[in-house]
Protein backbone atom coordinates (compact mmCIF):
# COMPACT_ATOMS: atom_id res chain seq x y z
CA UNK A 1 0.00 0.00 0.00
CA UNK A 2 1.00 3.47 -0.69
CA UNK A 3 1.36 5.95 2.21
CA UNK A 4 -0.47 8.75 -0.07
CA UNK A 5 -3.32 7.88 -2.27
CA UNK A 6 -2.89 8.20 -6.23
CA UNK A 7 -5.63 10.97 -5.41
CA UNK A 8 -3.74 13.00 -2.82
CA UNK A 9 -0.94 13.31 -4.63
CA UNK A 10 -2.27 13.91 -7.99
CA UNK A 11 -3.96 17.33 -6.05
CA UNK A 12 -0.65 18.16 -4.93
CA UNK A 13 1.05 18.13 -8.57
CA UNK A 14 -1.94 21.26 -9.60
CA UNK A 15 -2.25 18.94 -12.80
CA UNK A 16 -5.83 20.60 -14.70
CA UNK A 17 -5.62 18.90 -17.90
CA UNK A 18 -8.43 16.56 -19.53
CA UNK A 19 -6.49 13.71 -18.85
CA UNK A 20 -7.00 14.12 -15.19
CA UNK A 21 -10.02 13.90 -13.51
CA UNK A 22 -11.06 16.78 -11.58
CA UNK A 23 -14.23 16.61 -8.80
CA UNK A 24 -17.43 19.15 -9.51
CA UNK A 25 -16.98 21.06 -6.11
CA UNK A 26 -18.73 24.51 -6.31
CA UNK A 27 -19.38 23.84 -9.90
CA UNK A 28 -23.15 23.81 -9.06
CA UNK A 29 -23.62 27.13 -8.00
CA UNK A 30 -24.31 29.13 -10.86
CA UNK A 31 -27.22 26.54 -11.76
CA UNK A 32 -28.22 26.25 -7.84
CA UNK A 33 -28.73 22.77 -7.78
CA UNK A 34 -27.80 22.20 -10.95
CA UNK A 35 -24.06 21.57 -12.58
CA UNK A 36 -24.60 24.26 -15.81
CA UNK A 37 -22.57 22.94 -19.04
CA UNK A 38 -22.10 25.43 -21.36
CA UNK A 39 -21.70 24.29 -25.23
CA UNK A 40 -19.67 27.14 -26.70
CA UNK A 41 -16.66 27.46 -29.39
CA UNK A 42 -13.56 27.74 -28.17
CA UNK A 43 -10.01 27.86 -30.05
CA UNK A 44 -7.14 24.64 -31.01
CA UNK A 45 -3.63 25.08 -32.54
CA UNK A 46 -3.51 21.81 -34.07
CA UNK A 47 -0.33 21.22 -36.17
CA UNK A 48 0.59 24.92 -36.10
CA UNK A 49 -2.78 26.10 -37.53
CA UNK A 50 -5.79 27.50 -35.86
CA UNK A 51 -9.22 26.04 -35.33
CA UNK A 52 -12.35 27.30 -34.36
CA UNK A 53 -13.61 23.84 -32.89
CA UNK A 54 -16.85 23.16 -30.60
CA UNK A 55 -16.88 22.09 -26.79
CA UNK A 56 -18.75 20.92 -23.81
CA UNK A 57 -17.26 22.92 -20.55
CA UNK A 58 -18.06 23.61 -17.21
CA UNK A 59 -18.06 27.72 -16.72
CA UNK A 60 -14.55 27.47 -15.05
CA UNK A 61 -13.58 26.05 -18.14
CA UNK A 62 -12.97 22.14 -17.21
CA UNK A 63 -14.27 19.92 -19.92
CA UNK A 64 -17.52 17.19 -19.04
CA UNK A 65 -18.75 16.12 -15.92
CA UNK A 66 -17.43 14.07 -12.94
CA UNK A 67 -20.28 12.68 -10.54
CA UNK A 68 -20.62 9.81 -8.00
CA UNK A 69 -22.90 6.85 -8.49
CA UNK A 70 -26.29 7.41 -6.59
CA UNK A 71 -25.72 10.98 -7.04
CA UNK A 72 -28.53 12.63 -9.36
CA UNK A 73 -27.24 13.87 -13.34
CA UNK A 74 -28.63 17.23 -12.54
CA UNK A 75 -27.38 19.17 -15.43
CA UNK A 76 -28.44 22.79 -17.06
CA UNK A 77 -27.47 23.26 -20.24
CA UNK A 78 -26.72 26.19 -21.76
CA UNK A 79 -26.65 26.91 -25.75
CA UNK A 80 -23.91 29.44 -26.20
CA UNK A 81 -23.39 28.86 -29.92
CA UNK A 82 -24.84 30.53 -32.86
CA UNK A 83 -26.97 27.29 -33.69
CA UNK A 84 -29.24 24.74 -32.39
CA UNK A 85 -28.27 21.69 -30.54
CA UNK A 86 -28.74 18.77 -28.47
CA UNK A 87 -26.48 16.96 -25.61
CA UNK A 88 -26.54 12.82 -25.66
CA UNK A 89 -25.36 11.64 -22.29
CA UNK A 90 -23.76 8.33 -23.91
CA UNK A 91 -24.30 5.48 -21.92
CA UNK A 92 -26.21 6.59 -19.95
CA UNK A 93 -30.07 5.35 -19.50
CA UNK A 94 -32.30 8.78 -18.73
CA UNK A 95 -35.65 8.62 -18.92
CA UNK A 96 -36.62 9.30 -22.66
CA UNK A 97 -37.42 12.45 -23.03
CA UNK A 98 -34.03 13.22 -21.14
CA UNK A 99 -31.72 11.61 -23.73
CA UNK A 100 -31.08 14.43 -26.07
CA UNK A 101 -31.76 13.27 -29.58
CA UNK A 102 -33.01 16.30 -32.26
CA UNK A 103 -36.11 14.79 -33.62
CA UNK A 104 -36.28 11.44 -31.53
CA UNK A 105 -36.33 12.64 -27.66
CA UNK A 106 -36.77 16.22 -27.81
CA UNK A 107 -36.77 19.41 -30.17
CA UNK A 108 -32.90 21.54 -30.89
CA UNK A 109 -32.20 23.57 -28.14
CA UNK A 110 -32.17 27.05 -29.64
CA UNK A 111 -29.02 29.81 -29.13
CA UNK A 112 -29.35 31.46 -25.85
CA UNK A 113 -31.18 29.06 -24.19
CA UNK A 114 -31.23 26.06 -21.67
CA UNK A 115 -32.41 22.97 -20.40
CA UNK A 116 -32.41 21.09 -17.03
CA UNK A 117 -32.16 17.45 -16.95
CA UNK A 118 -32.39 15.40 -13.53
CA UNK A 119 -32.45 11.37 -12.84
CA UNK A 120 -30.55 9.39 -10.81
CA UNK A 121 -27.44 7.71 -11.68
CA UNK A 122 -27.29 4.21 -11.48
CA UNK A 123 -24.33 2.92 -12.80
CA UNK A 124 -20.55 3.64 -11.87
CA UNK A 125 -18.43 3.83 -15.33
CA UNK A 126 -16.64 5.83 -18.31
CA UNK A 127 -18.91 7.48 -20.26
CA UNK A 128 -19.12 10.25 -22.68
CA UNK A 129 -21.59 13.47 -23.80
CA UNK A 130 -22.28 14.78 -27.58
CA UNK A 131 -23.94 16.68 -29.81
CA UNK A 132 -26.70 14.37 -31.56
CA UNK A 133 -27.53 17.07 -33.93
CA UNK A 134 -26.49 17.53 -37.62
CA UNK A 135 -22.46 17.08 -38.29
CA UNK A 136 -21.82 18.83 -34.75
CA UNK A 137 -19.98 16.22 -33.45
CA UNK A 138 -17.07 16.31 -35.89
CA UNK A 139 -16.54 19.83 -34.40
CA UNK A 140 -15.66 18.05 -30.94
CA UNK A 141 -18.67 19.32 -29.48
CA UNK A 142 -17.71 16.12 -27.04
CA UNK A 143 -17.03 15.90 -23.47
CA UNK A 144 -16.10 12.82 -20.99
CA UNK A 145 -18.86 12.24 -18.41
CA UNK A 146 -17.52 10.02 -15.73
CA UNK A 147 -19.34 8.50 -12.64
CA UNK A 148 -16.97 7.13 -9.94
CA UNK A 149 -17.85 4.47 -7.74
CA UNK A 150 -19.12 5.65 -4.37
CA UNK A 151 -15.87 4.18 -2.67
CA UNK A 152 -13.26 5.02 -5.42
CA UNK A 153 -9.79 2.67 -5.64
CA UNK A 154 -6.74 4.05 -4.43
CA UNK A 155 -5.86 4.46 -8.13
CA UNK A 156 -5.41 7.66 -10.47
CA UNK A 157 -7.84 8.21 -13.33
CA UNK A 158 -6.60 9.04 -16.16
CA UNK A 159 -8.94 10.32 -18.86
CA UNK A 160 -7.57 9.72 -23.09
CA UNK A 161 -10.68 11.18 -25.34
CA UNK A 162 -9.49 10.46 -28.92
CA UNK A 163 -10.69 12.54 -31.84
CA UNK A 164 -10.77 13.06 -35.84
CA UNK A 165 -10.13 16.40 -36.73
CA UNK A 166 -10.51 18.31 -40.27
CA UNK A 167 -10.01 21.83 -41.07
CA UNK A 168 -13.03 21.08 -44.00
CA UNK A 169 -16.17 21.91 -42.95
CA UNK A 170 -18.28 18.74 -41.87
CA UNK A 171 -20.37 19.18 -44.71
CA UNK A 172 -18.24 19.57 -47.21
CA UNK A 173 -16.97 16.41 -45.95
CA UNK A 174 -19.95 15.04 -46.52
CA UNK A 175 -21.05 16.19 -50.07
CA UNK A 176 -17.82 15.08 -51.09
CA UNK A 177 -18.36 10.99 -49.58
CA UNK A 178 -21.82 11.26 -51.52
CA UNK A 179 -19.85 12.94 -54.74
CA UNK A 180 -17.65 10.01 -54.48
CA UNK A 181 -17.44 6.96 -57.49
CA UNK A 182 -20.13 4.31 -57.70
CA UNK A 183 -19.52 0.91 -55.69
CA UNK A 184 -22.02 -1.01 -54.19
CA UNK A 185 -21.26 -2.18 -50.95
CA UNK A 186 -24.88 -4.34 -50.90
CA UNK A 187 -22.45 -7.28 -51.98
CA UNK A 188 -19.62 -8.97 -50.19
CA UNK A 189 -18.32 -10.71 -53.25
CA UNK A 190 -17.31 -8.70 -56.49
CA UNK A 191 -15.79 -10.64 -58.78
CA UNK A 192 -13.67 -8.74 -61.26
CA UNK A 193 -13.77 -5.52 -59.92
CA UNK A 194 -10.24 -4.07 -59.81
CA UNK A 195 -9.51 -1.89 -57.04
CA UNK A 196 -7.05 0.30 -58.81
CA UNK A 197 -9.65 1.10 -61.58
CA UNK A 198 -11.89 3.39 -59.13
CA UNK A 199 -10.93 6.77 -59.81
CA UNK A 200 -11.03 8.99 -56.56
CA UNK A 201 -10.25 6.64 -54.05
CA UNK A 202 -7.78 7.69 -51.05
CA UNK A 203 -5.11 5.90 -50.88
CA UNK A 204 -6.08 4.91 -47.00
CA UNK A 205 -9.14 3.50 -48.92
CA UNK A 206 -6.58 1.49 -50.82
CA UNK A 207 -5.00 0.54 -47.88
CA UNK A 208 -8.77 -0.76 -45.99
CA UNK A 209 -9.34 -3.16 -48.75
CA UNK A 210 -8.50 -7.00 -48.27
CA UNK A 211 -9.00 -8.79 -51.28
CA UNK A 212 -9.92 -12.17 -51.06
CA UNK A 213 -10.65 -14.78 -54.72
CA UNK A 214 -11.03 -11.98 -56.54
CA UNK A 215 -13.64 -10.44 -54.49
CA UNK A 216 -13.44 -7.28 -52.40
CA UNK A 217 -14.58 -6.17 -48.28
CA UNK A 218 -13.50 -2.68 -47.79
CA UNK A 219 -13.26 -2.33 -44.14
CA UNK A 220 -11.06 0.32 -42.48
CA UNK A 221 -11.53 4.35 -43.67
CA UNK A 222 -12.87 6.55 -46.17
CA UNK A 223 -12.65 9.55 -44.98
CA UNK A 224 -8.58 11.25 -44.69
CA UNK A 225 -8.63 13.94 -41.77
CA UNK A 226 -6.23 16.27 -41.33
CA UNK A 227 -5.43 15.33 -37.49
CA UNK A 228 -5.86 12.36 -34.94
CA UNK A 229 -5.88 13.80 -31.33
CA UNK A 230 -5.79 12.72 -27.67
CA UNK A 231 -7.57 15.42 -25.20
CA UNK A 232 -7.38 18.04 -28.22
CA UNK A 233 -3.78 17.62 -29.35
CA UNK A 234 -1.55 15.65 -31.49
CA UNK A 235 1.98 13.68 -30.91
CA UNK A 236 3.94 16.67 -32.01
CA UNK A 237 2.86 18.37 -29.02
CA UNK A 238 1.07 15.85 -26.60
CA UNK A 239 -0.59 16.15 -23.33
CA UNK A 240 1.92 15.19 -20.11
CA UNK A 241 0.09 14.01 -17.32
CA UNK A 242 1.52 13.98 -13.91
CA UNK A 243 1.86 10.57 -12.55
CA UNK A 244 3.34 8.67 -9.83
CA UNK A 245 6.36 6.35 -10.01
CA UNK A 246 4.99 2.94 -8.75
CA UNK A 247 1.49 4.47 -9.01
CA UNK A 248 -1.14 2.53 -10.46
CA UNK A 249 -3.26 4.66 -13.45
CA UNK A 250 -6.92 3.69 -14.33
CA UNK A 251 -6.78 4.89 -18.32
CA UNK A 252 -10.16 5.73 -19.32
CA UNK A 253 -10.26 5.78 -23.30
CA UNK A 254 -13.07 7.63 -24.73
CA UNK A 255 -12.92 6.97 -28.83
CA UNK A 256 -14.79 10.10 -29.75
CA UNK A 257 -14.07 10.06 -33.11
CA UNK A 258 -16.43 10.67 -35.93
CA UNK A 259 -15.16 8.08 -38.40
CA UNK A 260 -12.16 6.16 -36.98
CA UNK A 261 -11.16 2.79 -35.01
CA UNK A 262 -8.07 2.70 -33.17
CA UNK A 263 -5.99 0.35 -31.44
CA UNK A 264 -4.83 1.46 -27.84
CA UNK A 265 -0.70 0.53 -27.61
CA UNK A 266 0.47 0.68 -24.12
CA UNK A 267 3.60 0.07 -25.38
CA UNK A 268 6.38 -2.00 -23.56
CA UNK A 269 3.38 -1.73 -20.09
CA UNK A 270 1.31 -4.43 -19.32
CA UNK A 271 -2.42 -3.65 -18.90
CA UNK A 272 -5.60 -5.09 -17.53
CA UNK A 273 -8.63 -4.19 -19.32
CA UNK A 274 -11.45 -4.12 -16.90
CA UNK A 275 -14.09 -2.34 -18.03
CA UNK A 276 -16.03 -1.94 -21.60
CA UNK A 277 -18.40 0.95 -21.99
CA UNK A 278 -18.20 1.48 -18.30
CA UNK A 279 -19.73 -2.06 -17.50
CA UNK A 280 -16.79 -4.18 -15.73
CA UNK A 281 -15.59 -7.42 -17.05
CA UNK A 282 -13.79 -10.32 -16.13
CA UNK A 283 -10.35 -8.88 -16.62
CA UNK A 284 -8.44 -9.07 -19.80
CA UNK A 285 -4.45 -8.64 -19.89
CA UNK A 286 -2.78 -7.42 -23.01
CA UNK A 287 -0.73 -4.48 -24.39
CA UNK A 288 -2.60 -3.64 -27.26
CA UNK A 289 -6.56 -3.37 -27.32
CA UNK A 290 -9.07 -2.23 -30.02
CA UNK A 291 -11.34 0.35 -29.28
CA UNK A 292 -14.06 1.08 -31.96
CA UNK A 293 -16.21 4.36 -32.48
CA UNK A 294 -18.02 5.79 -29.46
CA UNK A 295 -16.54 2.62 -27.41
CA UNK A 296 -14.81 3.21 -23.86
CA UNK A 297 -11.55 0.74 -22.34
CA UNK A 298 -10.75 1.16 -18.78
CA UNK A 299 -7.36 -0.37 -18.63
CA UNK A 300 -5.16 -0.44 -15.61
CA UNK A 301 -1.33 -0.09 -15.44
CA UNK A 302 1.20 0.02 -13.07
CA UNK A 303 3.68 2.92 -13.95
CA UNK A 304 7.60 1.75 -13.87
CA UNK A 305 9.59 3.07 -10.67
CA UNK A 306 12.34 3.64 -13.92
CA UNK A 307 11.08 7.24 -13.79
CA UNK A 308 10.81 7.43 -17.88
CA UNK A 309 7.67 8.92 -19.60
CA UNK A 310 5.28 6.39 -20.22
CA UNK A 311 3.39 6.98 -23.83
CA UNK A 312 0.04 5.78 -24.51
CA UNK A 313 -0.39 5.56 -27.99
CA UNK A 314 -3.41 5.13 -30.50
CA UNK A 315 -2.96 3.80 -33.44
CA UNK A 316 -5.24 4.47 -36.50
CA UNK A 317 -7.13 1.63 -37.84
CA UNK A 318 -5.35 0.82 -41.25
CA UNK A 319 -2.84 3.92 -41.67
CA UNK A 320 -0.05 4.76 -39.90
CA UNK A 321 -1.07 7.98 -38.34
CA UNK A 322 -1.23 7.58 -34.79
CA UNK A 323 -1.97 10.38 -31.47
CA UNK A 324 -2.01 10.07 -27.72
CA UNK A 325 -0.27 11.23 -23.91
CA UNK A 326 2.44 10.85 -22.23
CA UNK A 327 2.26 9.39 -18.14
CA UNK A 328 4.89 11.61 -16.78
CA UNK A 329 6.35 10.60 -13.25
CA UNK A 330 8.55 13.34 -11.83
CA UNK A 331 11.66 14.15 -13.43
CA UNK A 332 11.00 11.34 -15.96
CA UNK A 333 12.83 11.79 -19.31
CA UNK A 334 10.72 12.57 -22.12
CA UNK A 335 11.46 11.80 -25.81
CA UNK A 336 9.44 13.23 -28.97
CA UNK A 337 7.16 10.40 -30.82
CA UNK A 338 6.06 10.83 -34.53
CA UNK A 339 2.29 11.37 -35.24
CA UNK A 340 3.15 8.92 -38.26
CA UNK A 341 4.30 5.04 -37.38
CA UNK A 342 6.18 3.11 -39.11
CA UNK A 343 3.67 0.22 -40.59
CA UNK A 344 -0.75 0.75 -40.49
CA UNK A 345 -2.91 0.20 -36.94
CA UNK A 346 -4.21 -3.35 -36.97
CA UNK A 347 -7.56 -3.69 -38.43
CA UNK A 348 -10.46 -3.54 -36.10
CA UNK A 349 -12.00 -7.38 -35.67
CA UNK A 350 -14.18 -9.18 -33.10
CA UNK A 351 -11.07 -11.94 -32.01
CA UNK A 352 -11.23 -9.78 -28.47
CA UNK A 353 -15.29 -9.33 -27.97
CA UNK A 354 -15.16 -13.17 -28.49
CA UNK A 355 -13.07 -13.32 -25.25
CA UNK A 356 -15.01 -10.82 -22.82
CA UNK A 357 -16.91 -12.19 -19.87
CA UNK A 358 -19.32 -9.70 -18.24
CA UNK A 359 -19.08 -9.32 -14.73
CA UNK A 360 -22.71 -8.75 -14.71
CA UNK A 361 -24.19 -10.35 -17.50
CA UNK A 362 -28.19 -10.62 -17.80
CA UNK A 363 -30.13 -13.25 -15.93
CA UNK A 364 -31.60 -15.69 -17.74
CA UNK A 365 -34.74 -16.45 -19.08
CA UNK A 366 -36.54 -17.06 -22.36
CA UNK A 367 -36.50 -14.64 -25.56
CA UNK A 368 -39.94 -12.67 -26.21
CA UNK A 369 -38.68 -10.92 -29.69
CA UNK A 370 -36.19 -12.36 -31.84
CA UNK A 371 -35.42 -9.63 -34.83
CA UNK A 372 -32.53 -9.35 -37.61
CA UNK A 373 -31.44 -6.24 -38.55
CA UNK A 374 -29.78 -5.81 -41.84
CA UNK A 375 -26.81 -3.21 -42.48
CA UNK A 376 -27.16 -2.06 -45.80
CA UNK A 377 -25.65 0.50 -48.48
CA UNK A 378 -22.20 1.57 -49.94
CA UNK A 379 -20.24 4.25 -51.34
CA UNK A 380 -22.62 5.00 -54.48
CA UNK A 381 -23.75 7.94 -53.53
CA UNK A 382 -22.80 7.52 -49.62
CA UNK A 383 -26.25 6.03 -49.15
CA UNK A 384 -26.82 3.46 -45.94
CA UNK A 385 -29.67 1.73 -44.34
CA UNK A 386 -30.94 -0.34 -41.85
CA UNK A 387 -33.90 -2.91 -42.64
CA UNK A 388 -35.35 -4.76 -39.75
CA UNK A 389 -37.46 -8.04 -40.21
CA UNK A 390 -40.16 -6.22 -38.70
CA UNK A 391 -40.44 -4.30 -41.28
CA UNK A 392 -40.22 -0.77 -42.24
CA UNK A 393 -40.82 1.66 -39.58
CA UNK A 394 -39.43 1.42 -35.96
CA UNK A 395 -38.01 -1.62 -34.54
CA UNK A 396 -41.37 -2.89 -31.96
CA UNK A 397 -40.62 -3.36 -28.33
CA UNK A 398 -42.79 -3.78 -25.23
CA UNK A 399 -42.13 -3.15 -22.08
CA UNK A 400 -40.82 -6.68 -19.65
CA UNK A 401 -39.51 -7.92 -23.14
CA UNK A 402 -35.99 -10.02 -23.49
CA UNK A 403 -35.41 -9.09 -27.18
CA UNK A 404 -32.57 -10.07 -29.36
CA UNK A 405 -31.16 -8.08 -32.46
CA UNK A 406 -29.05 -10.13 -34.78
CA UNK A 407 -27.73 -7.24 -37.15
CA UNK A 408 -25.95 -8.86 -40.04
CA UNK A 409 -23.84 -6.37 -42.00
CA UNK A 410 -23.82 -7.13 -45.90
CA UNK A 411 -21.67 -3.96 -46.50
CA UNK A 412 -17.65 -3.24 -46.98
CA UNK A 413 -17.30 -1.14 -43.77
CA UNK A 414 -17.84 -2.44 -40.17
CA UNK A 415 -20.15 -0.51 -38.31
CA UNK A 416 -20.18 0.38 -34.88
CA UNK A 417 -23.60 0.03 -33.49
CA UNK A 418 -25.44 2.28 -30.77
CA UNK A 419 -28.29 1.71 -28.73
CA UNK A 420 -29.84 4.49 -26.59
CA UNK A 421 -31.56 3.94 -23.43
CA UNK A 422 -30.04 0.59 -22.65
CA UNK A 423 -26.96 -1.42 -21.85
CA UNK A 424 -27.34 -4.96 -24.20
CA UNK A 425 -25.19 -8.11 -23.77
CA UNK A 426 -23.16 -9.49 -26.89
CA UNK A 427 -24.88 -13.00 -27.21
CA UNK A 428 -23.21 -14.61 -29.92
CA UNK A 429 -21.36 -13.80 -33.33
CA UNK A 430 -21.86 -15.48 -36.41
CA UNK A 431 -24.53 -17.71 -34.77
CA UNK A 432 -22.15 -19.17 -32.29
CA UNK A 433 -23.65 -18.46 -28.85
CA UNK A 434 -21.69 -16.58 -25.83
CA UNK A 435 -22.17 -15.26 -22.57
CA UNK A 436 -20.21 -11.84 -23.61
CA UNK A 437 -19.78 -8.42 -22.80
CA UNK A 438 -22.23 -5.94 -21.48
CA UNK A 439 -21.79 -2.78 -23.68
CA UNK A 440 -23.77 -0.17 -25.50
CA UNK A 441 -21.79 -0.19 -28.67
CA UNK A 442 -20.44 -3.11 -30.64
CA UNK A 443 -18.92 -3.17 -33.58
CA UNK A 444 -20.16 -5.55 -36.64
CA UNK A 445 -17.11 -6.02 -39.55
CA UNK A 446 -18.27 -6.47 -42.97
CA UNK A 447 -19.90 -9.78 -43.52
CA UNK A 448 -20.10 -10.79 -39.94
CA UNK A 449 -23.53 -11.28 -37.90
CA UNK A 450 -23.27 -9.84 -33.92
CA UNK A 451 -26.73 -10.80 -31.58
CA UNK A 452 -27.47 -8.74 -28.66
CA UNK A 453 -29.93 -9.15 -26.11
CA UNK A 454 -30.92 -6.86 -23.05
CA UNK A 455 -34.50 -6.30 -21.02
CA UNK A 456 -36.84 -3.40 -21.98
CA UNK A 457 -37.00 -1.71 -19.17
CA UNK A 458 -36.94 1.54 -20.27
CA UNK A 459 -40.01 2.95 -22.33
CA UNK A 460 -39.71 5.53 -25.11
CA UNK A 461 -38.36 6.34 -28.53
CA UNK A 462 -34.58 5.01 -28.25
CA UNK A 463 -32.61 5.71 -31.07
CA UNK A 464 -30.59 3.03 -32.83
CA UNK A 465 -27.67 4.22 -35.27
CA UNK A 466 -24.43 3.50 -36.77
CA UNK A 467 -21.83 5.99 -34.56
CA UNK A 468 -19.71 6.62 -37.37
CA UNK A 469 -21.19 9.89 -38.10
CA UNK A 470 -21.13 10.36 -42.14
CA UNK A 471 -23.26 6.67 -42.07
CA UNK A 472 -25.84 8.07 -39.19
CA UNK A 473 -26.71 10.97 -40.97
CA UNK A 474 -26.64 9.38 -44.52
CA UNK A 475 -29.48 6.84 -43.23
CA UNK A 476 -28.51 4.03 -41.13
CA UNK A 477 -30.44 5.18 -38.08
CA UNK A 478 -33.72 3.90 -37.19
CA UNK A 479 -35.55 3.87 -33.35
CA UNK A 480 -36.92 1.31 -30.65
CA UNK A 481 -40.31 2.23 -30.22
CA UNK A 482 -41.95 0.58 -27.18
CA UNK A 483 -45.82 -0.30 -27.60
CA UNK A 484 -48.18 2.56 -26.15
CA UNK A 485 -45.61 5.29 -25.97
CA UNK A 486 -46.74 8.54 -27.49
Known amino acids: MFSVSRRDFLRGTGVAALGTILPLAGSRAAGGDFVTLRAETRQLEIDGRAATVFGLR ?82 LLAAPLIVEEASPRDEQDVVVMLHDFSFRAPDEILAALRASPAMSGHDMSMPGMDPGSMPGMSGAMMDGMTMSGGGMAMDANDIEFDAY ?75 PRDGAAVPILALREGAPQRTGILLCPPGGAVKAISSRGESAGPRLDLELERN ?131
Open 229 to 303: LANDRTLDDPEQVAVERGGRVRLRIINAAAATGFTVDLGSLDGSLVAVDGIPIVPVAGRRFPIAIAQRLDIRVDI
Open 356 to 486: LRSLEPLAPRPVDRALTLALTGGMAGYRWGLDASSGPGPLPAKAGERIEIAMVNRTMMAHPMHLHGHSFQVVAIDGRRMAGALRDTVLVPPGKTVTIAFDANNPGHWAFHCHLLYHMVAGMMTTLAYEGVA
Open 58 to 139: QRDGRPGLTAKVGEDFAVRLENALTVPTSVHWHGLTPPWRQDGVSGVSQDPLPPATSQDYRFPLTRAGSFWMHSHEGLQEQL
